[in-house]
């Protein structure tokens, strides 16, 4: 596509709960990023995928969260068992090659309630 | 945890002014991002300067990096109410290693 995608781009959900948000990344894009960003602060990083293997996962906060990319294109973060304190905006960015621009997609707020 | 950290946290002015933020980091960087957040949701690339690279222009937008000093600047010319906005630098020590990403400043430009 001609952009990154995220859905959804809201979700809402029980605590307790597990949840899927999806990440389509730029056609041909091999580096594949997701963050999470709260509210005035800085994206923070919690995962990049080269191709289909998890290159760095030094991020993910701990064992409820998880993400995979099977076919080296669309990801998915799974969060398990979800608590108030993962409420954030979910971002996920994909890159063409070493030292270029690495591109965003508009997010997917999560609320837990 | 953050690598980076921009200068100021808060930044207003008034249409037509320049606005410079800069941003300071820790290690040996490849290239360093310049990215515009408005709302909270998605991050709009500005520019990428490399470390070989001490200054890059794009339209209104002008970036330089000093690595002996760890720091880059973002410049913004004659700025306009929509240049209000989230700024945000972020480093990346090369290849596909993560990207990093500073604190932000928040740029109020008012008509």
């Known amino acids: 596509g001609a952009g990154v995608s995220q859905t959804p781009s809201n979700k809402v959900t029980e605590k307790g709960k597990y949840v899927e948000l999806r990440c389509d990344p730029i056609s041909g894009h091999t580096a594949l990023y997701w963050y999470r960003q709260s509210l005035g602060q800085g994206p923070e990083f919690l995962i990049y995928f080269q191709g289909t293997g998890a290159a760095d996962d030094s991020g993910l906060p701990n064992d409820r969260f998880f993400a995979v990319r099977p076919e080296g294109s669309v990801s998915t973060l799974k969060i398990q068992r979800t608590e108030r304190g993962d409420s954030a905006v979910y971002l996920c960015a994909s890159a063409g090659g070493p030292n270029t621009e690495a591109f965003f997609g508009q997010g997917t707020r999560l609320t837990v309630v | 945890s953050q690598q980076g950290e921009e200068d100021p946290q808060a930044l207003s002015i008034q249409e037509g002014e320049n606005a410079t933020m800069n941003c300071s980091y820790k290690?040996?960087?490849?290239?360093l991002q310049w990215y515009r957040q408005n709302s909270g949701r998605g991050l709009v690339h500005l520019i990428l300067i490399r470390s070989n690279e001490r200054e890059k222009h794009s339209g209104r937008l002008r970036v330089t990096l000093d690595t002996s000093k760890k720091s880059s600047s973002l410049l913004i010319t004659a700025s306009r109410a929509a240049d209000t906005a989230s700024y945000f630098c972020a480093t990346d020590k090369g290849g596909f290693q993560k990207l990093v990403f500073g604190t932000g400043t928040r740029l109020l430009v008012s008509p």
């Open positions: 290690t040996s960087i490849n290239n």
